[in-house]
Structure formats: structure tokens, C-alpha cells
């Protein structure tokens, strides 16, 4: 009994630090909202707009294009927010108190940008009472395909989010922005496949029957490939022995 109220105990805790962090990601959005600042909500939150249902997430995620940077961050402190840059090249972070919202411009690996297109392509939502736009389903796929670290893999939110919207994705646009790591899309395809085969008609076929044969073709290919090591674009840590051992080129 004393396990079970120790437990009840430290739910009720945690349920109410995530309101603490809820009632302060909202105070970060307003202050976007009325500054009519240009950006995105990602992450937990977006995933919400499609799903209809809720998975943990430890902070708010804000997309943003690379040159609206500084003006967010300063509209963030007025609000109260510290703010620091913590990646040049793709991250910044707000945080007050024990909440964090994650300012993002750019994929982890550089592969895609926030541009003009990610905007046109958002949609519509309300997240924390407050009117947003969230990432579009095809920019969430593309990006998160390459979230597959050793302590990180986003590949059940990219089949979660199939099973809702892949009737309604735009597959022409997904395949543009994975252009060459094309791999990765039959990857995260048959992810879904494995995970949902009932669902298997929700998939396109004829892009797939397209991967599958540039496969087809890589596998039988004769030219000369140089010695290449393409699994930082996916984890940046765990392949360093083929970099720095082997010395194989690192894209």
C-alpha cells in the first residue's frame, strides 16, 4: 500500500509540473502570436494536430527560418525567457524556469532547412488555446526519418502519423525533399509496413515500386564507390570508428 501512495504521490507531482510547463509554453507562444512573429509548432504538439491524441513530449518545439532568429529570440526574452544559441547551425533554446522551448531553423544533419516552403506547406491548429500553424505532415516525415540514434528513434511517430495521413500526403513533395537519401524513405516505409500490415493500402505504390527499383539498381551497380560513411546524417556519434579509424569520407 505504502508503494502504491508513493506512486499516486509522484504522479500527481509530475501532472502538476506539467502544467507549471504548459501555462509557460503558452506565455512563449503568445508572445510569438502578438508579436506576429513567422513560425511553426512542431513536435508533441504537432503530432497532436493530426493524431487526435497526446504522447508525452518534454518541451515545446518552434520552427522558424534561419534569418528570423534573432528577432524570435528577443521577442522570447522580453517574455521573459534566457535564450542561448546552442547550435549555430540548427538550434536555439528558450527556457524559464523548468520549461524549454526549442527554436529550430534546421534538421540536426543540415539535410533541410525551414524555408518558405515549409509555410505555405503548414497547417492550421490551436495548440495551448492559442491560434498557430503546425509543421505539414511531409516536412515532420522527412525530418524525423533521420532521428535514429542510439537514444533517440523517431520512427513510431512517423508510423503514427502514416497510419492517420498518408492518404493525404503529398508523396511528390516527400520524395523532392529526401531526393538522394531516397534509402531512408524505403527504410521508414517498410518500418510502417512491419509495424501496421493491415494498414498496408494506406502506402503509395507506385513511389515504392519507384524505391524499389532504384534499390534494385544500386545493388547491381559496377561503377566504383569510394569509401563513404553516410551514418552520421543519422547519428553523429555512433560511427566515428569508420570516420576517424578508417577514414572514410563523412557527408
Known amino acids: 500500500m505504502g508503494d502504491s501512495r508513493e506512486a ?44 487526435g491524441r497526446w504522447r508525452t513530449t518534454k518541451d515545446v518545439d518552434v520552427f522558424i527560418q534561419a534569418d528570423d532568429l534573432h528577432t524570435v529570440l528577443h521577442i522570447l526574452m522580453r517574455a521573459g525567457f534566457v535564450c542561448e544559441i546552442t547550435d ?18 534546421c534538421s540536426y544533419n543540415g539535410l533541410f532547412p525551414v524555408d518558405d516552403g ?28 533521420f532521428v535514429a540514434a542510439r537514444d533517440r ?9 502514416l497510419r492517420a495521413t498518408a492518404t ?10 529526401m531526393g538522394e537519401h531516397w534509402q531512408v524513405l524505403l527504410w521508414q516505409l517498410l518500418h510502417f509496413l512491419y509495424v501496421f500490415p493491415s494498414e498496408r493500402h494506406l502506402l503509395p505504390r507506385e513511389l515504392i ?10 545493388l547491381t551497380a559496377d561503377d566504383y564507390e569510394p569509401l563513404v560513411c553516410r551514418a552520421p546524417m543519422l547519428d553523429p556519434k ?13 557527408p
Open 209 to 218: 515500386a519507384r524505391l524499389l527499383g532504384n534499390f534494385a539498381d544500386e
Open 168 to 177: 493525404r500526403i503529398d508523396w511528390a513533395r516527400v520524395e523532392a525533399l
Open 118 to 145: 515549409w509555410f505555405a506547406n503548414a497547417r492550421r491548429a490551436v495548440v495551448l488555446g492559442l491560434p498557430v500553424k503546425i509543421v505539414g505532415p511531409e516536412e515532420i516525415l522527412v525530418s524525423k526519418s
Open 8 to 51: 499516486t504521490v509522484e504522479a500527481r507531482e509530475r501532472e502538476r509540473r506539467d502544467q507549471e510547463k504548459q501555462v509557460i509554453y503558452a506565455e512563449g507562444l503568445r508572445a510569438l502570436v502578438e508579436a506576429k512573429a513567422p513560425f511553426l509548432v512542431g513536435g508533441g504538439f504537432a503530432l497532436y494536430g493530426y493524431l
Open 238 to 250: 555512433l560511427y566515428q570508428a569508420e570516420i576517424v579509424v578508417r577514414g572514410a569520407a563523412d
Open 88 to 105: 549555430v547551425a540548427w538550434l536555439a533554446k528558450a527556457k524559464k524556469g523548468d520549461a524549454c522551448i526549442d527554436i529550430i531553423f
Open 153 to 161: 528513434f523517431d520512427g513510431a511517430d512517423i508510423a503514427w502519423l
